[in-house]
T-cell receptor, first 110, second 116 residues
Framework: RKEVEQDPGPFNVPEGATVAFNCTYS??????FFWYRQDCRKEPKLLMS?????NEDGRFTAQLNRASQYISLLIRDSKLSDSATYLC???????????WGAGTKLIIKP | NAGVTQTPKFRVLKTGQSMTLLCAQD?????MYWYRQDPGMGLRLIHY???????AKGEVPDGYNVSRLKKQNFLLGLESAAPSQTSVYFC???????????????FGPGTRLTVL
């Protein structure tokens, strides 16, 4: 089992809809998590971080459920420009590394 | 402030050739990383460095070597390239913080390497 797992998708969603996807992790010692956005053939860029129960930034909400060991990303009022691959990563305080999921591909359709 | 830069952007090698990928950051970050990204596999850590003069192995270090002689530069070397090393290579850096797990990584634009 991978340490961080994501549904690869693609999620095909109409513009304006709300979409949510999860990322599960196996290491209960993971202390913080990150959602990165990666556009086709580009580098990942940080979208949101979450250390406690959740974080909200405009149309984006990230939530952490430690009991069930998953984090979620909710996108409201989706835009065509939200089309991308969303990578989730978990961090351990004991080292300097992030553990990455393989990404979820999101396609917003007009 | 250029952030993280990578040289070259593209390269085609023949099996057995060698090359060095250069990563440079101007943010005075302590930590630097080299990843490879293959379709459906996400980012896999090759090597990383927690400071000038130090390096450590990541998840997939075989076939690669690294050096961090200067704080701002992190070099990734392929001594004898193989087709299995065809991939997109990303460099990343991160500042040191007392709460290490809160810091995020900043990525370079990537190097697309093809080994024939």
């Amino acid at each position: 089992r991978k340490e961080v797992e994501q549904d690869p998708g693609p999620f095909n969603v109409p513009e304006g809809a709300t979409v949510a996807f999860n990322c599960t992790y196996s290491n209960s010692a993971s202390q913080s998590f990150f959602w990165y956005r990666q556009d086709c053939r580009k580098e990942p860029k940080l979208l949101m971080s979450v250390y406690s129960s959740g974080n909200e930034d405009g149309r984006f909400t990230a939530q952490l459920n430690r009991a069930s060991q998953y984090i979620s990303l909710l996108i409201r009022d989706s835009k065509l420009s939200d089309s991308a691959t969303y990578l989730c990563a978990g961090a351990l305080d004991s080292n300097y590394q992030l553990i990455w999921g393989a990404g979820t591909k999101l396609i917003i359709k007009p | 402030n250029a952030g993280v830069t990578q040289t070259p952007k593209f390269r085609v090698l023949k099996t057995g050739q060698s090359m060095t990928l250069l990563c440079a950051q101007d943010m005075n970050h302590e930590y630097m990383y080299w990843y490879r990204q293959d379709p459906g596999m996400g980012l896999r850590l090759i090597h990383y460095s927690v400071g000038e003069g130090t390096t450590a192995k990541g998840e997939v270090p075989d076939g690669y070597n690294v050096s961090r002689l200067k704080k701002q530069n992190f070099l990734l070397g392929l001594e004898s390239a193989a087709p299995s090393q065809t991939s997109v290579y990303f460099c990343a850096s991160r500042p040191r913080d007392s709460r290490a797990y809160t810091d995020t990584q900043y990525f370079g634009p990537g190097t697309r390497l093809t080994v024939l």
